[in-house]
C-alpha cells in the first residue's frame, strides 16, 4: 500500500513537471518572469534618457568611455547646480509673492480737467451764534416753572458747546441742564429731547457768513438747494460744504463733482466771508477754518487726505491746490485685501455706492461710540438714521463723561496691530479698524497757502469786496489749481504670469540647461516608465495564474 501511494506520487510529480515543462508549439519556449525582466531594466532606461536627453551635462553620467571619477564629478556638479537651482527659485518666489504690486509714475502730464476739484467745507470756529443763544435763552425762560430770567439760561446753554469738544468741568450742572432740557424742550416729531434740532439751530448760518461766491469768476448764488454751497454734518459741527459728492442726509445723489479746465486764482473758487466777530458765543479760535479733501469722501482729519487752513478776518487768502491720481487696474482686483493694501471703490457697497477711507472710519468710529457710550453724536453723518432707534439716542450733556473718556481713543486709527516696544498701551487705546485700507483709485489733494492783508478797493470797476466798507470783519478766500498738469501714479501687479514663465525659464536654462522641450522628455520618460512597469506587473499575474496546475483535474 505504501509503496503504491509512492508510486502515485511519482506519477503526480512527473505529469506536474511535464505540464510546467511543455515546450511552445512553435518550438521557442515561452517568455517567463525572469526574461521579462531582462526586458525592462530602470537603470537602461535611464541610462538611455541620459543619452537621448537634450539638457546638457547630463550625458557624461551614461558614457561607458568614461571613467568612475568622471561621472562622480559631474554627477557632484549637477547636484550643485540643481540645489542652486532650487535656491533662486525659492527665493524669486517669496519676493514674487510678498510684493505681488508696484506703483509707478504713468503720466507727468496729467490734464487736470480729468481730475475732481476737492470738496470744500467751510467751518466757522464760532460753534455757537450769540444771536441764536439769545432767541434760545428767551424760549426756555418763558417755560422755566421757576421764572428764571434769560441771562441765567444764556450761561447754561454754553455747556452745549461741550457736545463739540467733549470737556467738562461741572458735571452736577451739565446733569441739571439736561434734566430741564428733557422735561421743557422735548422735539415734535419723537417727544423727546434731541440735541441735533438743538444745536443745529444755534449753529452760525451759512446764509450769514458768506456774501458772495463766485466759481470760474461767475458769480453764483450762495445757498441754494443743490447749488453750490450747503450745510452738511461734519466732526466740526455744522459747516458749509461745496462740491461733497455722495449721499446727503435724505439719501440724495449729489450732481457731478466740479471740474477745473483752467488755472489761477480768478478762476476757481472765490468767496467773500463775513466773520461777524460781534455774534462769537462759543468760539474755540478768532477765525475761519477750511478743510480741503476728496470730494467722495467724509472729511476726517483722523482718517487722513484732509488738509486744514485758517483763514484770518481781514485778509485774502490764497490756496493752492496740487493734486496727484493714483489708478489701479483692474488686475490689482485678483489679490486679497490684505496683499494690496487697498480697496476698490465698488468693493465694499456697506459703505455706499463709492467706499472712501473716511467713510469706512467715521463708520468705524461710530460702532465703538454707540458700543461704549450708547449714544451717537450728533455730528457724526449717519447719526440721523442711527438715533432713530430705540436703543440709542442723540448723545446729549449726560454722556459728556463717557465721550470725554474716550476721547483720545476715537482720534487715534489703526489698521493693523504692530507690536512695538514701549507703545503697547497707545495700541490698546486706540480705535481698531482693519478693513478701513485707502481706497485703490482716488486723487490726492496738497495745499499751498499765503495771505495778504484786505485793502478796500477804491477802484472802479469789479471788485470782490465792492460795497464793504469795513474790511477788517471780512475775509476773501480764492482756491485754486497751480498748474494745468498734474501727475498720475499707476498701480499694477508686478509680474504677469508670463513674466514669471520667462524669468523662471531662464533661470532653468542658464542653472540647468533645461527647456520645455527637456521637460518633454521627462515627462515622456517617466510615463513610459509607469506604463512599463504596470504592463510588468500585469503580465507576471497572468503567467503565474496560467502556470498554477489543476489539481482537482490532475485528480
Known amino acids: 500500500m505504501i509503496k503504491a501511494n509512492a508510486q502515485k506520487r511519482r506519477k503526480l510529480s512527473t505529469i506536474s513537471s511535464v505540464t510546467v515543462g511543455t515546450p511552445h508549439k512553435d518550438g521557442l519556449p515561452p517568455p517567463t518572469r525572469g526574461r521579462l525582466r531582462e526586458r525592462y531594466r530602470f537603470k537602461e532606461e535611464l541610462l538611455q534618457l541620459f543619452n537621448s536627453i537634450t539638457a546638457h551635462c547630463y550625458r557624461q553620467l551614461a558614457q561607458q568611455d ?6 562622480l564629478f559631474w554627477l557632484l556638479m549637477l547636484i550643485l547646480e540643481a540645489a542652486t537651482l532650487i535656491a533662486i527659485i525659492i527665493s524669486a518666489w517669496g519676493k514674487f509673492t510678498a ?3 508696484i506703483t509707478t509714475l504713468h503720466d507727468t502730464i496729467y490734464p487736470i480737467v480729468l481730475v475732481p476739484f476737492p470738496a470744500i467745507s467751510l467751518c466757522n470756529n464760532n460753534r455757537i451764534s450769540r444771536a441764536a443763544a439769545v432767541r434760545y435763552a428767551g424760549q426756555l425762560a418763558g417755560r422755566d416753572a421757576e421764572r428764571r430770567n434769560a441771562s441765567y439760561f444764556l450761561e447754561q446753554i454754553a455747556l452745549l458747546g461741550k457736545l463739540y469738544d467733549f470737556d467738562y468741568e461741572n458735571l452736577h450742572q451739565m446733569t441739571r441742564l439736561q434734566e430741564f432740557l428733557d422735561l421743557n424742550d422735548v422735539s415734535n416729531s419723537t417727544g423727546m429731547y434731541n440735541a441735533l434740532e438743538t444745536l443745529e439751530k444755534l449753529s452760525p448760518r451759512c446764509e450769514d457768513m458768506l456774501l458772495r461766491c463766485f466759481w470760474k469768476s461767475i458769480e453764483l448764488p450762495c445757498m441754494l438747494r443743490n447749488d453750490m454751497i450747503e450745510v452738511r454734518r461734519t466732526q466740526y459741527g455744522f459747516c458749509c460744504t461745496f462740491n461733497f459728492i455722495g449721499h446727503t442726509e435724505d439719501n440724495e445723489i449729489h450732481p457731478p463733482s466740479y471740474f477745473l479746465d483752467v488755472t489761477g486764482p480768478e478762476m476757481g473758487l472765490v468767496l467773500l466771508l463775513n466773520g461777524s466777530s460781534n455774534d462769537y458765543f462759543y468760539n474755540l479760535f478768532n477765525n475761519i477754518g477750511f478743510n480741503i479733501f476728496n470730494p467722495h469722501e467724509v472729511p476726517d482729519s483722523t482718517a487722513g487726505g484732509v488738509n486744514e487752513q485758517f483763514v484770518h478776518l481781514g485778509t485774502e487768502t490764497f490756496i493752492r491746490v496740487d493734486a496727484i491720481t493714483i489708478n489701479s487696474e483692474p488686475d490689482v482686483l485678483r489679490y486679497s485685501r490684505q ?11 456697506k459703505y455706499g455706492a463709492n467706499y472712501g477711507r473716511s467713510n469706512c472710519v467715521a463708520a468705524c468710529r461710530l460702532r465703538s461710540v454707540m ?3 450708547e449714544c451717537v453724536p450728533f455730528y457724526m453723518p449717519t447719526a440721523g438714521a442711527t438715533a432713530s432707534s430705540k436703543s440709542v439716542t442723540t448723545c446729549n450733556l449726560q454722556h459728556i463723561a463717557c465721550l470725554s473718556k474716550y476721547k483720545i481713543k476715537w482720534s487715534t486709527v489703526i489698521t493693523d496691530i504692530v507690536q512695538i516696544p514701549g507703545l503697547e498701551k497707545e495700541m490698546e487705546e486706540s480705535l481698531y479698524c482693519p478693513e478701513c485700507l485707502p481706497s485703490c483709485s482716488a486723487s490726492k489733494y ?3 497757502a499765503s495771505n495778504l492783508p484786505l485793502v478796500r478797493s477804491r477802484r472802479g470797476g469789479f471788485s470782490v469786496t465792492a460795497g464793504i466798507d469795513n474790511v477788517a470783519d471780512v475775509a476773501v478766500v480764492r482756491i485754486f489749481f497751480g498748474q494745468p498738469e498734474t501727475w498720475m501714479y499707476k498701480q499694477n501687479v508686478a509680474y504677469y504670469w508670463f513674466e514669471i514663465f520667462s524669468n523662471f525659464g531662464g533661470m532653468f536654462g542658464i542653472m540647468a540647461g533645461m527647456s520645455l522641450i527637456t521637460l518633454m522628455e521627462v515627462v515622456y520618460f ?10 510588468t506587473r500585469s503580465w507576471s499575474a497572468g503567467a503565474l495564474r496560467s502556470r498554477m496546475p489543476n489539481l482537482e483535474l490532475l485528480q
Open 446 to 448: 496738497q495745499i499751498t
Open 99 to 101: 510684493n505681488p504690486l
Open 371 to 373: 458700543a461704549l457710550c
Open 66 to 71: 568614461r571613467s568612475l571619477s568622471e561621472r
Open 526 to 535: 517617466v510615463g513610459r516608465q509607469l506604463v512599463l512597469v504596470f504592463a
Open 339 to 349: 496683499k494690496r493694501q487697498c480697496v476698490f471703490r465698488n468693493e465694499l457697497l
